[in-house]
């Protein structure tokens, strides 16, 4: 619970000085990264995303707030945190800390993560 808070803190604090880009969007949710926060750590990105939903989902989630890292040499990902949201752009109290796989990942191949990705790396 204290992790879910602490997560929560810095998350509103980065919203508050965020600039959102957005960089795709489909029928599902429009994804956005913070183009005030994209960090080079030497050929990796680490980025914030937010996916805000069309409309809530069946738990109230509007919006899912993500700290990605990408490796831009390798075409693969990490997620640090995700937390979801009740409101557009990640705002509101975290519903809930949503579980994060271990270790890189390869890129989807769909449009969406290739953007994502894209963008990311051409910073």
């Not at 965020?18 to 795709?24: E, G, H, S």
């Not at 990605?68 to 519903?95: F, L, Q, V, W």
Request: contains cysteine.
């Amino acid at each position: 619970m204290k992790r879910l808070v602490l997560i929560s803190l810095l998350l509103a604090s980065a919203a508050a000085q965020a600039m959102w880009v957005t960089v795709t969007r489909n029928e599902v949710a429009t994804v956005y990264i913070d183009s005030s926060a994209i960090t080079k750590l030497g050929y990796n990105r680490r980025v914030w995303v937010v996916y805000d939903l069309t409309s809530p989902d069946k738990t109230g989630q509007q919006s899912v707030k993500s700290h990605i890292d990408y490796d831009c040499t390798e075409g693969k990902y990490r997620t640090i945190s995700a937390t979801s949201h009740p409101n557009k752009m990640g705002n509101g109290p975290a519903i809930k800390a949503l579980p994060v796989p271990e270790g890189w990942r390869p890129v989807s191949q769909d449009a969406m993560s290739r953007q994502l990705f894209s963008f990311a790396c051409a910073w």
